[in-house]
């Protein structure tokens, strides 16, 4: 019976959360000024394409300036990315 391994990181305060690392499919750091906002969403041009970007509730405002993680998924044939405060650690 295998484990699974999971990817910690912190969304604004709040607890630590958790996501299986198999559906992470890479982690970025981009710079904050790169985010754009489309059609009422927030989204970042990756790779050639527009990727939405993703939230989780209203607890994680975005800084001004500077970096922030971006944790990528790839699902249904389309990437999204979710801004997080912090990674911590895949366990």
């Known amino acids: 019976q295998g484990l699974t391994s999971f990817l910690l990181f912190r969304y604004g ?5 958790a996501v299986p690392l198999e559906l992470v499919w890479r982690l970025e750091k ?3 000024s790169q985010i754009e906002h489309a059609a009422g969403s927030r989204v970042l041009q990756y790779r050639g394409e527009l990727m939405r970007l993703l939230s989780l509730d209203t607890a994680f405002n975005l ?3 500077g970096m ?10 389309r990437i999204v990315g979710l801004p ?5 650690d895949i366990v």
Request: charged share 25%.
């Open 84 to 88: 997080v405060k912090e990674i911590i």
């Open 30 to 32: 981009v710079e904050v």
């Open 63 to 65: 800084p001004e300036s």
């Open 68 to 77: 922030v993680h971006v944790i990528v998924f790839y699902y249904d044939g």
């Open 13 to 17: 305060d709040a607890s630590p959360c």
